[in-house]
């Protein structure tokens, strides 16, 4: 029924999508949806000369899953670090803070200079909206363990390297899946954003900046709706092991 229910909002934007398309009747406007299907039906198809679909979706995971990982292996110890002892907190949290509001697409005309037009530019754009969400979660999840099952451990005569791996880790584990999940969420959008700046050559950002230029508003369209399928996929992905692993969260409640 939840499944169901989810899915009326859906069916009611792409019918207004057909009535507003249909009022405008300006396909180099609002195409209507007979315009963007064929596209989104021939994923293997080249556009525009630009590659298929397929093709610029996973130049574009690629990209995501670098920068993204290169977040995590950063975030996560050093949030570890930070919730569990404090002297690192306040050692970081005054530049964290300072850091964490600018958006990371401020840091664009910083990459370019830095790291000039390529790939390195768009992993670091990524790291940067990635690793944010990924720290401040670990770092609560960390610090939000009960007191109980450390005292427990210390007294059962558990060192601080068993403290770690069997009290703090276990139990900090759901919240920061739930930072990856975020930050992975984040590091998606900001993938696309920065694929539309010059110098990608692919990727789906770089096909729907291609494709205005063109006046390929369909295209632009399916693409959009390629990313957001790929997003939802990839959001229930995480949903999925959070729900399998996870799921003795709901019994403290």
Not at 59 to 83: D, Q
Request: with cysteine.
């Amino acid at each position: 029924m939840t499944r169901r229910l989810g899915l009326v909002l859906p069916i009611l934007l792409f019918i207004a999508w057909e009535i507003a398309a249909i009022i405008v009747n300006n396909p180099f406007f609002l195409p209507k949806p007979e315009a963007v299907i064929p596209v989104l039906l021939s994923p293997f198809s080249d556009i525009l000369g630009t590659g298929s679909l397929v093709d610029n979706a996973f130049v574009s995971i690629e990209r995501v899953i670098l920068g993204f990982g290169i977040a995590a292996a950063v975030a996560i110890p050093l949030g570890i670090g930070m919730g569990r002892f404090a002297v690192l907190n306040d050692f970081f949290d005054i530049t964290l803070e300072l850091l964490r509001p600018i958006p990371p697409l401020a840091w664009v005309p910083l990459a370019l200079a830095w790291f000039k037009i390529g790939i390195v530019s768009i992993v670091f754009v990524i790291f940067i909206g990635a690793v944010f969400p990924i720290l401040l979660n670990t770092v609560d999840g960390v610090r939000g363990v009960k007191n109980t099952w450390v005292e427990v451990g210390t007294t059962l005569g558990a060192n601080e390297r068993q403290i770690l791996t069997k009290v703090i880790l276990p139990g900090a584990a759901p919240t920061i899946w739930t930072g990856l999940r975020v930050g992975f969420g984040i590091a998606w959008m900001c993938v696309v954003a920065a694929e539309i700046l010059p110098g990608p050559t692919s990727g789906l950002g770089y096909l729907i900046m291609y494709a205005y230029n063109l006046g390929q508003i369909n295209v632009i369209i399916a693409g959009i709706i390629v990313i957001g399928l790929i997003g939802l996929t990839i959001d229930q992905g995480f949903k999925a092991v959070e729900k399998r692993w996870f799921g003795w969260r709901r019994l403290e409640r």
